[in-house]
């Protein structure tokens, strides 16, 4: 098992930033991707960005590139999310999630944190 915990979410002005932090412990040597997805009231859960363990291989939503970086620390096991120039429809719970094998879709993500919260206001 992998265990995901999330921080650093909160209130933010519009243009503002914040850096979220997701901690894994447990089995995470057979993890491969560590992603970040949110999801905003009445939505879907909707992918952010992903990242390997030794950062080679990134991959971003449309709408954050520019904006968000994803990056990952093997030595502390936490994995990084960036984010400059928030807008309000960044507003949502933001998930850490792991996968075991190389991920093609959300169905990929075997394990997932319980949330923290961005809200950006106008």
């Known amino acids: 098992q992998v265990q995901l915990v999330e921080s650093g979410g909160g209130l933010v002005q519009a243009g503002g930033s914040l850096r979220l932090s997701c901690a894994a412990s447990?089995?995470?040597?057979?993890?491969?991707?560590m992603g970040w997805f949110r999801q905003a009231p009445g939505k879907e859960r909707e992918f952010v960005a992903h990242?390997?363990?030794?950062?080679?291989?990134?991959d971003y939503l449309d709408s954050v590139k520019g904006r968000f970086t994803i990056s990952s620390d093997n030595t502390k096991n936490t994995v990084y999310l960036q984010m400059n120039s928030l807008k309000p429809e960044d507003t949502a719970l933001y998930y850490c999630?792991?996968?075991?094998?190389?991920?093609?879709?959300?169905?990929?993500?075997?394990?997932w944190g319980q949330g923290t919260h961005v809200t950006v206001s106008s």
């Open positions: 990242t390997s363990w030794s950062g080679s291989t990134t």
């Open positions: 999630a792991a996968t075991v094998t190389i991920p093609r879709s959300i169905s990929d993500y075997k394990y």
């Open positions: 447990g089995r995470t040597y057979s993890t491969l991707f």
